[in-house]
């Protein structure tokens, strides 16, 4: 299983990004995804989580903010992220699992920096 991260960058306080996903190796559209961030010094924690049907799930800090979702045909599962906050800065990493749950742990991606400025 490989999963490749991208669109981390630099933004501004407010600004957006999406970040994407693309996985390889993986029966995607049975699979569970997830996006995870860690900032320094900080524990590896949940951002959003999407079941295979397509069910999200959200940590309280990004509710309204961010979207999670998928693209099954293209084995891509995606970030949105709008209002971007300086507490908002860490490495996103995506993750995912054969296992129905809205946070998948089994298989990880190298990691996005995304870094938001005030």
Do not use: H
């Amino acid at each position: 299983v490989q999963l490749v991260e991208s669109g981390g960058g630099l933004v501004q306080a407010g600004g957006s990004l999406r970040l994407s996903c693309a996985a390889s190796g993986i029966i995607f559209n049975i699979a569970a995804m997830g996006w995870y961030r860690q900032a320094p010094g900080k524990q590896r924690d949940l951002v959003a989580g999407i079941l295979a049907q397509g069910v999200p799930q959200y940590a309280d800090s990004v509710k309204g903010r961010f979207t999670i979702s998928r693209d099954n045909a293209k084995k891509t599962v995606y970030l949105q992220m709008n209002g971007l906050k300086p507490e908002d800065t860490a490495v996103y990493y995506c993750a995912a699992s054969y296992r129905p749950t809205q946070t998948p742990s089994d298989y990880w991606g190298q990691g996005t920096q995304v870094t938001v400025s005030s």
